[in-house]
């Protein structure tokens, strides 16, 4: 089935630097990207919407300088939480949709950002 | 816009026996999908079911079925024969069809506690 790697899967790191973070589709080609963020025990909020070769879509509220995402080819589409504080620190999912299924998604692992 | 809505923050059933999670929702659509998905402890999302709102037969998988309701806007979750792993949060989730936004949107879950 298809597969989406996310790395890494937990990450702490100073207030103030930077922190990227990628999701990689195995064995198929992730057009579409999805990045949610999940705080402790909620549920997953829409970050922004990546097409692959066009800029990402962000949701209303999401910092678009904060949080910057690329999809720069078909296998590949990452996020970069720039200039991390603590209020930052959350559980980041991916999501691919799967070209062809109409119902087709899969999930990365997740990667907990922690900003200390 | 729409909306979906998970009414029991929590749940617990006795291993061996049957539960159901009530999720309801709200569109203007007439064509959809909607799924249910579970995030045990490892964080990762796991597909568990999915229901076309074109198809009036209820899908199933295994132990796990769906009593969807179209006209009542209403997409419960019945696990039989619960197992312990079956302890996870289930999300209710909807999505328009392919071709528009596409994006997964998440009730805010319930969390499944199976007692041995």
């Known amino acids: 089935g298809a597969v989406v790697s996310q790395h890494p899967s937990r990450v702490i790191c100073k207030s103030g630097t930077s922190v990227k973070i990628e999701c990689r589709s195995l064995d198929f080609q992730a057009t579409t990207m999805f990045w949610y963020r999940q705080f402790p025990k909620q549920s997953l909020m829409l970050m922004a919407t990546s097409n692959e070769g066009s800029k990402a879509t962000y949701e209303q509220g999401v910092e678009k300088d904060k949080f910057l995402i690329n999809h720069a080819s078909l296998t590949l589409s990452t996020l970069t939480v720039t200039s991390a504080h603590p209020e930052d620190s959350s559980f980041y999912i991916c999501?691919?949709?799967?070209?062809?299924?109409?119902?087709?998604?899969?999930f990365g692992s997740g990667t907990r950002l922690t900003v200390v | 816009a729409q909306t979906v809505t998970q009414s029991q923050p929590e749940m617990s059933v006795q291993e061996a026996e049957t539960v159901t999670l009530s999720c309801t929702y709200d569109?203007?659509?007439?064509?959809?999908?909607l799924f249910w998905y579970k995030q045990p402890p490892s964080r990762q999302m796991i597909l568990v079911i999915r229901?076309?709102?074109?198809?009036?037969q209820n899908a199933t998988e295994n132990r796990f079925s769906v009593n969807f309701q179209k006209a009542a806007k209403s997409f419960s979750l019945k696990i039989s024969d619960s197992q312990l792993g079956d302890t996870a949060m289930y999300f209710c989730a909807f999505m328009k069809p392919y071709g528009s936004q596409g994006n997964l949107i998440f009730g805010k879950g319930t969390k499944l506690s199976v007692k041995p």
């Open positions: 229901q076309e709102a074109y198809k009036q």
């Open positions: 999501s691919a949709r799967v070209a062809g299924v109409d119902y087709g998604y899969t």
């Open positions: 569109t203007s659509e007439n064509n959809y999908y």
